[in-house]
Nanobody, 114 residues
């Protein structure tokens, strides 16, 4: 079965950093584009960052320059390094794997507070 398991969320003060991880199983990881999405209360889910199987990346304008997505195909894991966190980054962050099919993780909570 396909599983995407996020970890690394938590509580952090503005200006702080977190590193999210998403470990995948049940897919040929290296062939999938991987993405991080987030959903804040009362808002639609939005794309935060994406990395293709060829390691091309793209980011939402709101996080560009602060967040970095990367992948380790040997570990079937995608990461999201989040620096200079802002209160408005507070959301549940979801991992997505996409190719011929799409798969989603259960999400991990990131809370930025002052």
């Amino acid at each position: 079965q396909v599983q995407l398991v996020e970890s690394g969320g938590g509580l952090v003060q503005p200006g702080g950093s977190l590193r999210l991880s998403c470990a995948a199983s049940g897919i040929i990881f290296s062939t999938y584009s991987m993405g991080w999405y987030r959903q804040a209360p009362g808002k639609q889910r939005e794309l935060v960052a994406r990395i293709t199987s060829g390691r091309s990346t793209n980011y939402a304008d709101s996080v560009k320059g602060r967040f970095t997505i990367s992948r380790d195909n040997d570990k079937s894991t995608v990461y999201l390094q989040m620096n200079s966190l802002k209160v408005e980054d507070t959301a549940v962050y979801y991992c997505k794997a996409g190719s011929s099919a799409n798969y989603w993780g259960q999400g991990t909570q990131v809370t930025v507070y002052s």
